[in-house]
T-cell receptor
Framework: GAGVSQSPSNKVTEKGKDVELRCDPI?????LYWYRQSLGQGLEFLIY????????KSGLPSDRFSAERTGGSVSTLTIQRTQQEDSAVYLC?????????????????FGPGTRLTVT | ELKVEQNPLFLSMQEGKNYTIYCNYS?????LYWYRQDPGKSLESLFV?????AVKQEGRLMASLDTKARLSTLHITAAVHDLSATYFC????????????FGKGTHLIIQP
């Protein structure tokens, strides 16, 4: 079946511009996560959605970052007034998240990522 | 704050050898994940370990979890070149409401 998809795969933007990154999770997965991966910081958790709500926004690095999820499915991560330190690969993952006791229900399946370069 | 430490961070080994990657974490958790990442690619799930004493094996890779010691290991048996990749462990800090906290990754090169 279809996995997690993300778009665009690559984005180059100028400092100060806003960008939107999109994630399409695996159908039926209730949980959705955003992470970013950079050389300096490794893999960092950004935000988690259960359904449409985001109980944990603690990982968002600044108030320039926001995310929403609609219809319990697609999510967008928006970065306003981008800075060079925002350059990274942004990864989205989805999970059935505990819909059963099986280990597979806790797995997080990652998308291919969006490589963001801020010039 | 949860800390996850992997070692070694870099490992070069020969085909046919055995080796172990270690993952220590700082707070109580009973959910531990291992991922593989190839250059330029995303993360591929290898194992999910959900309880103390859990052991999972797939091919030449075996993962185990000791929640009392806050330690997981990923053991490679008779390594082959195709296993060259970066391996990450990650810990779920609790309850399902949080994202994973990742180690820095172990860059593994297996020489023919």
């Amino acid at each position: 079946g279809a996995g997690v998809s993300q778009s665009p795969s690559n984005k180059v933007t100028e400092k100060g511009k806003d960008v939107e990154l999109r994630c399409d999770p695996i159908s039926g997965h209730t949980a959705l996560y955003w992470y970013r991966q950079s050389l300096g910081q490794g893999l960092e958790f950004l935000i988690y959605f259960q359904g449409n709500s985001a109980p944990d926004k603690s990982g968002l690095p600044s108030d320039r970052f926001s995310a929403e999820r609609t219809g319990g499915s697609v999510s967008t991560l928006t970065i306003q007034r981008t800075q060079q330190e925002d350059s990274a690969v942004y990864l989205c993952a989805s999970s059935p998240r505990g819909t059963s006791a099986e280990p597979s229900s806790y797995e997080q399946y990652f998308g291919p990522g969006t490589r963001l370069t801020v010039t | 704050e949860l800390k996850v430490e992997q070692n070694p961070l870099f490992l070069s080994m020969q085909e046919g050898k055995n080796y172990t990657i270690y993952c220590n974490y700082s707070t109580t958790s009973d959910r531990l994940y291992w991922y593989r990442q190839d250059p330029g690619k995303s993360l591929e799930s290898l194992f999910v370990l959900l309880s103390n004493g859990a052991v999972k094996q797939e091919g030449r890779l075996m993962a185990s979890l000791d929640t009392k010691a806050r330690l997981s290991t990923l053991h490679i048996t008779a390594a082959v070149h195709d296993l060259s990749a970066t391996y990450f462990c990650a810990v779920d800090p609790g309850g399902g409401a949080d994202g994973l906290t990742f180690g820095k990754g172990t860059h593994l090169i297996i020489q023919p």
